[in-house]
């Protein structure tokens, strides 16, 4: 299982990216797709996540910012970032917990990152 994400860049404060993270494999099922970063010097933090069956988290700092959205036959999550701030910049990484490949269960598979960042 591979998780392939995309969409970072550099853009000014206020503006919008649209990270986009791809599972590869012949999966039958993801549990959890979501969000982490890890910004300089800090701990990887988890941004938001969406399970299968629809229970959503969003850390409070980009809460009303960002929006995490699946698609479940193109094992694809996304994440809108809209009103990006500097302290946003950071590595994203892309996260899948609970994927099951034929008879193989994966309990947690990373990303590579993506890095955003916002300049003011």
Known sequence: VQLQASGGG????GESLRLSCIASGLISSIRVMGWYREAPGKRRELVASLSNDGRLY???SIKD?????RDNAR???YLQMNSLKPEDTA???CNAEG???GSTYFPNTWGQ???VTVSS
């Open 65 to 69: 910012r960002f929006t995490i959205s």
């Open 99 to 101: 994927v099951v490949r």
């Open 113 to 115: 990152g993506t890095q």
């Open 10 to 13: 550099l853009v000014q404060a």
């Open 75 to 77: 094992k694809t999550v």
């Open 58 to 60: 969003y850390a409070d």
């Open 91 to 93: 590595v994203y990484y």
